[in-house]
């Protein structure tokens, strides 16, 4: 079955600590996405990418890092300068200019991740 | 003023009845537009894709967008306990680079 793997489901970073969140699509999607949620703040963007070894800033992309490597893959790296980590990731992917044309994302399970 | 703009809720009606969502966007540019649903938890699943002005149905769900206005609408026609959840309104940005979601307005239907 074509989808989109999140994991871990949970994570824990320690303080000054760099995480990584792994994101894998075999949707054979050209574009990825990594999005953060908060409660009562819905979905922000983070990066997010057209092409292979080509991404781009989202609006709260300070703190983050991202590599676009192979088109199935989209890791996000959550660094120490990220003050307030705390939050749910969520991946997303769609065919090329996707949202235009009415296609969507798909999401990927998210990755909780806990500042301890 | 933000780019997606919805009330948080919670939204209660009573099962049987009509929920009605509603959601402003700001970019007069914006031509596709999609309402997910989200469960707590989980992550959101796409239940309806709108472009043209105008209504479409899809079982008892309709959605409705008027371009003049900026704003698009979901209908939930008899509300089940099963369709609580947070509906997200999401606005295609960039010449469809990218979605900017709104913050959410959570449903309760009560049985």
């Known amino acids: 079955d074509g989808g989109i793997t999140q994991s871990p489901k949970y994570l824990f970073r320690k303080e000054g600590q760099n995480v990584t969140l792994s994101c894998e699509q075999n949707l054979n999607h050209d574009a990825m996405y990594w999005y953060r949620q908060d409660p009562g703040q819905g979905l922000r963007l983070i990066y997010y990418s057209q092409i292979v070894n080509d991404f781009q800033k989202g609006d709260i992309a300070e703190g983050y890092s991202v590599s676009r490597e192979k088109k199935e893959s989209f890791p996000l790296t959550v660094t120490s300068a990220q003050k307030n980590p705390t939050a749910f990731y969520l991946c997303?992917?769609?065919?090329?200019?996707?949202?235009?044309?009415?296609?969507?994302?798909?999401f990927g399970s998210g990755t909780r991740l806990t500042v301890v | 003023q933000k780019e997606v703009e919805q009330n948080s809720g919670p939204l209660s009606v009573p099962e049987g009845a009509i929920a009605s969502l509603n959601c402003t966007y700001s970019?007069?540019?914006?031509?596709?537009f999609f309402w997910y649903r989200q469960y707590s938890g989980k992550s959101p699943e796409l239940i309806m894709f709108?472009?043209?002005?105008g209504d479409k149905e899809d079982g008892r769900f309709t959605a409705q967008l008027n371009k003049a206005s900026q704003y698009v609408s979901l209908l939930i026609r008899d509300s089940q306990p099963s369709d609580s959840a947070t509906y997200l309104c999401?606005?295609?940005?960039?010449?469809?680079?990218?979605?900017?979601f709104g913050a959410g307005t959570i449903l309760r239907v009560k049985s």
């Open positions: 999401a606005v295609d940005l960039e010449g469809g680079n990218k979605l900017v």
């Open positions: 709108i472009y043209s002005n």
């Open positions: 970019d007069r540019g914006s031509q596709s």
């Open positions: 997303a992917s769609s065919i090329g200019q996707g949202a235009r044309l009415g296609y969507g994302y798909t």
